[in-house]
Each structure stands twice: as C-alpha cells, then as structure tokens.
C-alpha cells in the first residue's frame, strides 16, 4: 500500500534504516559544521517521514487484525500526524524562502 513512499525514503536515504531508528528523530551527528550538509538533514527527514508512515501504517494493520491495542494505533497515526505536519510547515519554508530569492533584482 505504500510502496511510493518506500521508495522515496529509498531514494532520499542512502541506507535502509532499522526498526529502533524510526522511534528516534534524525539526528546529525558530525560535530563539525563543515561536515554538515544541507542534503544529508534533508534524506534524513525524507527517510523519517517514509518510516514514521510506514510504521502507522503497520500499526493500524496490526489494530485491525487485533494484534495491538487502540492506544497503540492512535499512538501511531498521531506521531505520523506530526511528522506530515512537519513536513509540510518545511516544505512551506523552503517554498517561502525560494520565492524572496526570486523576487531579488539581478
């Protein structure tokens, strides 16, 4: 059901990430500021937004076939709630900041 998803976390992360990863928000561990890049906080929000859907996903599945409990598929959904929030209040940044970089007289 979510395979377009799968496969854009596939594309945004270099690596497949592990169920104890997705409970923890991505973090950049590189200490220098040099090392850091702009595409590497990018595929890691990409790759925890993909996770955090999946895992919902997987969780309201397990809640229909009574493998887990109601708290535990609410629990689910509203982090994958949050994460599309976030999403998409990044995506609005960037959207802003791309159109005053636009309206910039050459």
Do not use: C, H, W
């Amino acid at each position: 059901m979510i395979e377009p998803i799968s496969a854009l976390g596939a594309s945004l992360a270099s690596g497949a990430r592990n169920a104890a990863e997705t409970e923890a928000a991505p973090a950049i561990v590189d200490t220098n500021p040099a090392g850091v890049n702009f595409s590497d906080f990018v595929s890691a929000i990409g790759a925890n937004f993909a996770d955090s859907l999946k895992a919902a996903e997987t969780k309201s599945m397990d809640g229909m076939l009574g493998k887990a409990s109601t708290r535990e598929v609410v629990e689910a959904v509203m982090s994958a709630d949050q994460t599309l929030q976030t999403a998409m209040a990044f995506r609005d940044k960037i959207v802003s900041a791309y159109l005053e970089i636009v309206k910039m007289p050459i």
